[in-house]
């Protein structure tokens, strides 16, 4: 337990370590780069600091710091542009970095299509904590959570039949649904404290599709895409001798990557799957937690 313990603290210092030179580094760089400019080309002017300075040498040493300071935002982009090329499929514990990513826009928009959402819910929880302490640039977050309609018969989740065959279980269905009213509740009050709390807006909404989760998307920015599909022959029991349920595991689902900075074809990808997700959020109705609420 003391390990786990360590490597959790460990893995916050490291993130807290990382916002810090992010936010840090580049306004440390300029004023460097402008005091080594200032002070060769003071040495020009004042005498006793250009003797100090060993004279004309530094001139070229202070038009370099200029040079330097102008190119610092495009070499930083250029960096960024030759960075190797993301993989074209990932597990679905690594959605976190997706998360991460998206969050160092001003303007953000998450969306979802699955089961229940709880590997997204996860790194979400963490991610926009990390808001209130750094937001960097994101001013406006929008996330959009689209599950199972579990008060509705179904064939996946259920539980497996003597025969194998999939029997509709409306307990293991509303254990389900209370599932995602919480992680609802809890983002939804994490979404108010930041909005009240910080410099940015965080709205968070859950409707309901009809039908079994086949497929996992996420949507990243309108940028990116991951999908997959749930593998609907996993079983679970909730108790040692108790029955089987047919019941998706997130975790283990691989997705695919798509990527607008990709090919043509990703490109088009990316901008069908966010028209197939908006389409089927239009059509959604809004979970019996939410009626009366708002969306």
């Known amino acids: 337990m003391a390990e786990g313990t360590r490597i959790r603290s460990d893995d916050g210092m490291g993130r807290r370590i990382k916002r810090f030179q992010d936010r840090y580094e580049p306004m440390v760089t300029r004023l460097v780069l402008l005091g080594i400019f200032a002070s060769g080309l003071l040495g ?19 038009l370099l710091s200029l040079v330097a300071y102008v190119l610092y935002d495009q070499v930083r982009e250029l960096t960024s542009s030759v960075r190797p090329a993301a993989r074209a499929l990932v597990s679905s514990t690594e959605i976190g970095m997706f998360v991460r990513e998206a969050l160092q826009a001003r303007r953000v928009e998450i969306a979802f299509l699955g089961y229940t959402g709880e590997t997204l819910y996860n790194a979400l929880y963490h991610r926009l904590e990390d808001l209130f302490d750094n937001p960097g640039p994101t001013r406006r977050v929008s996330i959009r959570m689209l599950v199972p309609d579990f008060g509705m018969p179904m064939t ?16 293991f269905r509303k254990r389900l649904e209370r599932r995602c009213r919480e992680y609802d509740h809890v983002l939804s009050g994490l979404a108010e404290r930041l909005t009240e709390n910080s410099r940015v807006t965080v709205e968070c909404s859950y409707r309901l599709y009809p039908g079994i989760p086949r497929d996992k998307i996420c949507i990243f920015n309108r940028q990116q895409v991951l999908h997959g599909l749930y593998d609907l022959s996993a079983r679970m029991r909730l108790e040692h001798a108790g029955p089987e349920y047919y019941d998706p595991k997130g975790f283990r689902t691989d997705l695919s990557v798509w990527s607008r900075k990709g090919t043509a074809a990703a490109e088009a990808a990316v901008s069908i799957w966010s028209k197939h997700f908006d389409d089927l959020w239009n059509l959604a109705v809004l979970p019996p937690w939410r009626q009366g609420v708002g969306g």
């Open 44 to 62: 020009q002017f004042v005498k006793p600091v250009g003797d100090a300075l060993e004279g004309k040498v530094f001139v070229g040493g202070a």
């Open 156 to 171: 996946v989740p259920s539980r497996v039949g003597s025969d194998g065959r999939p029997v509709d279980d409306p307990d």
